[in-house]
C-alpha cells in the first residue's frame, strides 16, 4: 500500500505500571500517533474512536474504515483492574472482529503488540495477529508510515532520544477534541518524563516491563511544559504525570546511571511551576509512581521533593508504592525494592509531608500500596508479613490511601516469566484479602470521615438509582449517591459512611 493519509485510531486503553489510558485518562498513544501524522503533512486526516464507542455502532467503525488508509488499534491493559468509565479491549476475539469488519489494514500498538491480550490477574496472555504490529514508539512507526508507506516503516524498540515524540506529542494534543470525556470536562491526560526505569542498572523487579525498556531516557522539562500549554490551550485541565517509574528521581542526574539516583528537588520544582505557569487554572495535577526504596535511602532529599510536589499540585493526591511484598524471600528472589521497617520510611515521610487536608475534602498526598500475589518465593507465611505492615501502619496512626492487591500477570520477557510459567497463590492469600478489605474500611473512615465534603465530583455512571461519582485524580475516590444524576453533570457531596473502596453521601 502506499504512503498513510488518513488514519483511524481505535482506542482500546492501555493500563501499564507505568501509564494509564482507560478512560477519564488518556494516554501518550493516539496524540503521538495523531501527531506523527500531522507533522509529515498538515493535511492529512485522523480519526479518534474509542472501543466503547466501536462497541455501541459497529456498522458506523466498518463505515469509517472505507475512508481511511489504515485503522491503528492501541490495547494493552496489562495491569489487572475494574473500571468505571470504560471496558478495555481485552478479548482476542473482539480483536479479530475489529479486524473482520475493516476494509482498511490494521496496526496494533501498545503492550498488547509486544505481549498480546488477555493476559492479566495470574493468566498468560494470547498472541494476536495484526496487519502491522508497533512494538516501540508509535510516533516514529506512524512518521514513517506517513512518509513512505507501513511496509517501510521501522519497528525500532525503543528510543534514546524524544526529538521526534516531543514534537508528535505536542502536535497530537488537539486530539484531544475527539475523546468522549473532552466535553464533560474531566478528560485527564498522562504526562511522561522518562521512559524506562532506573532498576534497570540492577535487573529492575522480576515482574515488571519497564526495566526491557532499557536504561531511562528523559524528557526535557521546556517539552513537558510546552505539551501542557498545547493541552490547555485546548481545553484540558486534568492531568496525571503517571509515565515514568519513579517520579521522585526525574531530573536526577544520576538517572541512568546509579540503581538509586538521588532525587532532585529542584528539577521536580521546575517541572511542576513550569507547568502551573502555563496551566493557572488547572483542575488536577497529580503524580502515580513513588519508588519507596528511593526514599528509604535518600529520606532527606525525598521529603524536600514530595515538599516540591505537594506546593504546586493539587489535594487528593496519590503516592502509589509499588511494594508487591515485605517477606524477605519473596523480595530476594524478586529483586524487590523493601522490607518492612523500610516500607515503614517510606510510609511515615509521605504522611508527614502530605496529610493535611486540602481545599477539595481530601488529605493532600497520601500513599497507596500495591501488592503482587503469585511472585515466585511466595508461600502461606507472606501474607503474615504483609499483614504486619499494615498493622503497624495502623497501629502508628499513618494514613493510606488505598491497598490494590492484585494477581501476578506473567509476561514473556519479564525475569518472572523465566522462573515460573504459571502463577500459583499460596495459601492464606483469600484470608489476606478479605483483611485488607476490612483494613481498608477501617482506614478510608479516617482519610474521608463522615461529615467529609467532597467537591468537584463528576457523575460518570447511574445504575439502579444510585450515581457514581468520582473527582478527576490519579487514584479517585468512588462516591456512591442513592439518587439518579445527570452523567456529566459536576456535583458537591458530603460523606455519609465509608465502604472498603467507596464511601456513600449525599449532595449538599
Same mark, same amino acid.
Given at each position: 500500500?502506499?504512503?498513510?493519509?488518513?488514519?483511524?485510531?481505535?482506542?482500546?486503553?492501555?493500563?501499564?505500571?507505568?501509564?494509564?489510558?482507560?478512560?477519564?485518562?488518556?494516554?501518550?498513544?493516539?496524540?503521538?500517533?495523531?501527531?506523527?501524522?500531522?507533522?509529515?503533512?498538515?493535511?492529512?486526516?485522523?480519526?479518534?474512536?474509542?472501543?466503547?464507542?466501536?462497541?455501541?455502532?459497529?456498522?458506523?467503525?466498518?463505515?469509517?474504515?472505507?475512508?481511511?488508509?489504515?485503522?491503528?488499534?492501541?490495547?494493552?491493559?496489562?495491569?489487572?483492574?475494574?473500571?468505571?468509565?470504560?471496558?478495555?479491549?481485552?478479548?482476542?476475539?473482539?480483536?479479530?472482529?475489529?479486524?473482520?469488519?475493516?476494509?482498511?489494514?490494521?496496526?496494533?500498538?501498545?503492550?498488547?503488540?509486544?505481549?498480546?491480550?488477555?493476559?492479566?490477574?495470574?493468566?498468560?496472555?494470547?498472541?494476536?495477529?495484526?496487519?502491522?504490529?508497533?512494538?516501540?514508539?508509535?510516533?516514529?512507526?506512524?512518521?514513517?508510515?506517513?512518509?513512505?508507506?507501513?511496509?517501510?516503516?521501522?519497528?525500532?524498540?525503543?528510543?534514546?532520544?524524544?526529538?521526534?515524540?516531543?514534537?508528535?506529542?505536542?502536535?497530537?494534543?488537539?486530539?484531544?477534541?475527539?475523546?468522549?470525556?473532552? *466535553?464533560?470536562? /474531566? @478528560?485527564? !491526560?498522562? #504526562?511522561?518524563?522518562?521512559?524506562?526505569?532506573? +532498576?534497570? &542498572?540492577?535487573?529492575?523487579?522480576?515482574?515488571?516491563?519497564?526495566?526491557?525498556?532499557?536504561?531511562?531516557?528523559?524528557?526535557?522539562?521546556?517539552?513537558?511544559?510546552?505539551?501542557?500549554?498545547?493541552?490547555?490551550?485546548?481545553?484540558?485541565?486534568?492531568?496525571?504525570?503517571?509515565?515514568?517509574?519513579?517520579?521522585?528521581?526525574?531530573?536526577?542526574?544520576?538517572?541512568?546511571?546509579?540503581?538509586?539516583?538521588?532525587?532532585?528537588?529542584?528539577?521536580?520544582?521546575?517541572?511542576?511551576?513550569?507547568?502551573?505557569?502555563?496551566?493557572?487554572?488547572?483542575?488536577?495535577?497529580?503524580?502515580?509512581?513513588?519508588?519507596?526504596?528511593?526514599?528509604?535511602?535518600?529520606?532527606?532529599?525525598?521529603?524536600?521533593?514530595?515538599?516540591?510536589?505537594?506546593?504546586?499540585?493539587?489535594?487528593?493526591?496519590?503516592?502509589?508504592?509499588?511494594?508487591?511484598?515485605?517477606?524477605?524471600?519473596?523480595? *530476594?528472589?524478586? /529483586? @524487590?525494592? !523493601?522490607? #518492612?521497617?523500610?516500607?515503614?520510611?517510606?510510609? +511515615?515521610? &509521605?504522611?508527614?509531608?502530605?496529610?493535611?487536608?486540602?481545599?477539595?475534602?481530601?488529605?493532600?498526598?497520601?500513599?497507596?500500596?500495591?501488592?503482587?500475589?503469585?511472585?515466585?518465593?511466595?508461600?502461606?507465611?507472606?501474607?503474615?508479613?504483609?499483614?504486619?505492615?499494615?498493622?503497624?501502619?495502623?497501629?502508628?496512626?499513618?494514613?493510606?490511601?488505598?491497598?490494590?492487591?492484585?494477581?501476578?500477570?506473567?509476561?514473556?520477557?519479564?525475569?518472572?516469566?523465566?522462573?515460573?510459567?504459571?502463577?500459583?497463590?499460596?495459601?492464606?492469600?483469600?484470608?489476606?484479602?478479605?483483611?485488607?478489605?476490612?483494613?481498608?474500611?477501617?482506614?478510608?473512615?479516617?482519610?474521608?470521615?463522615?461529615?467529609?465534603?467532597?467537591?468537584?465530583?463528576?457523575?460518570?455512571?447511574?445504575?439502579?438509582?444510585?450515581?457514581?461519582?468520582?473527582?478527576?485524580?490519579?487514584?479517585?475516590?468512588?462516591?456512591?449517591?442513592?439518587?439518579? @444524576?445527570? !452523567?456529566?453533570?459536576?456535583?458537591?457531596?458530603?460523606?455519609? +459512611?465509608?465502604?472498603?473502596?467507596?464511601?456513600?453521601?449525599?449532595?449538599?
Amino acid at each position: 500500500m502506499g504512503r498513510v493519509r488518513r488514519m483511524l485510531i481505535v482506542d482500546g486503553y492501555t493500563d501499564e505500571p507505568a501509564g494509564l489510558g482507560v478512560p477519564p485518562y488518556l494516554d501518550v498513544y493516539a496524540r503521538e500517533a495523531y501527531g506523527a501524522l500531522k507533522l509529515v503533512d498538515s493535511s492529512n486526516e485522523a480519526y479518534y474512536l474509542t472501543i466503547d464507542e466501536v462497541r455501541k455502532d459497529w456498522v458506523g467503525y466498518a463505515e469509517l474504515t472505507k475512508k481511511v488508509d489504515l485503522v491503528l488499534v492501541i490495547a494493552g491493559a496489562l495491569v489487572p483492574g475494574k473500571y468505571l468509565g470504560g471496558e478495555p479491549l481485552r478479548s482476542p476475539q473482539e480483536f479479530e472482529r475489529l479486524k473482520f469488519l475493516s476494509s482498511a489494514p490494521v496496526a496494533l500498538a501498545g503492550p498488547a503488540a509486544s505481549f498480546g491480550l488477555g493476559g492479566t490477574g495470574g493468566s498468560v496472555s494470547s498472541e494476536v495477529e495484526a496487519d502491522y504490529r508497533i512494538r516501540g514508539r508509535v510516533a516514529h512507526w506512524v512518521y514513517e508510515a506517513a512518509l513512505w508507506g507501513p511496509e517501510s516503516a521501522s519497528d525500532a524498540l525503543w528510543i534514546d532520544n524524544y526529538a521526534l515524540v516531543d514534537k508528535a506529542l505536542i502536535r497530537g494534543s488537539e486530539v484531544v477534541k475527539q475523546h468522549p470525556n473532552y *466535553k464533560v470536562g /474531566n @478528560l485527564t !491526560v498522562e #504526562l511522561e518524563t522518562y521512559s524506562g526505569c532506573a +532498576r534497570s &542498572v540492577g535487573g529492575g523487579c522480576s515482574f515488571c516491563l519497564a526495566p526491557l525498556k532499557g536504561r531511562p531516557v528523559q524528557r526535557d522539562v521546556r517539552k513537558i511544559v510546552e505539551e501542557v500549554e498545547a493541552l490547555y490551550k485546548f481545553g484540558v485541565r486534568s492531568f496525571r504525570l503517571g509515565r515514568q517509574s519513579d517520579i521522585l528521581v526525574y531530573g536526577s542526574p544520576d538517572l541512568g546511571t546509579e540503581e538509586w539516583p538521588r532525587p532532585s528537588p529542584l528539577a521536580l520544582r521546575r517541572l511542576f511551576q513550569g507547568i502551573r505557569s502555563v496551566a493557572p487554572s488547572l483542575i488536577t495535577l497529580h503524580i502515580d509512581n513513588v519508588n519507596p526504596g528511593t526514599i528509604s535511602r535518600w529520606p532527606e532529599e525525598s521529603e524536600l521533593a514530595l515538599k516540591e510536589i505537594v506546593r504546586w499540585h493539587t489535594p487528593g493526591d496519590v503516592a502509589a508504592m509499588g511494594i508487591e511484598s515485605v517477606d524477605p524471600r519473596v523480595v *530476594k528472589i524478586n /529483586n @524487590l525494592k !523493601v522490607l #518492612l521497617d523500610d516500607a515503614l520510611v517510606a510510609i +511515615r515521610i &509521605v504522611n508527614k509531608v502530605g496529610r493535611n487536608r486540602g481545599w477539595n475534602g481530601l488529605p493532600h498526598l497520601l500513599p497507596g500500596i500495591n501488592f503482587i500475589a503469585g511472585l515466585p518465593g511466595e508461600s502461606k507465611e507472606t501474607w503474615e508479613y504483609n499483614k504486619a505492615l499494615l498493622d503497624r501502619i495502623e497501629e502508628e496512626g499513618l494514613l493510606v490511601r488505598r491497598v490494590n492487591l492484585r494477581k501476578l500477570s506473567l509476561l514473556p520477557g519479564t525475569q518472572a516469566y523465566s522462573l515460573t510459567k504459571k502463577v500459583v497463590v499460596s495459601k492464606g492469600y483469600e484470608g489476606f484479602r478479605k483483611y485488607v478489605m476490612k483494613w481498608q474500611e477501617r482506614m478510608l473512615k479516617k482519610v474521608v470521615p463522615p461529615g467529609t465534603v467532597l467537591r468537584n465530583l463528576v457523575v460518570e455512571k447511574v445504575e439502579k438509582g444510585v450515581s457514581y461519582a468520582r473527582q478527576p485524580a490519579s487514584y479517585p475516590l468512588t462516591v456512591e449517591i442513592v439518587k439518579p @444524576l445527570p !452523567v456529566g453533570s459536576w456535583i458537591t457531596a458530603v460523606v455519609k +459512611r465509608a465502604h472498603s473502596r467507596s464511601v456513600l453521601a449525599e449532595l449538599r
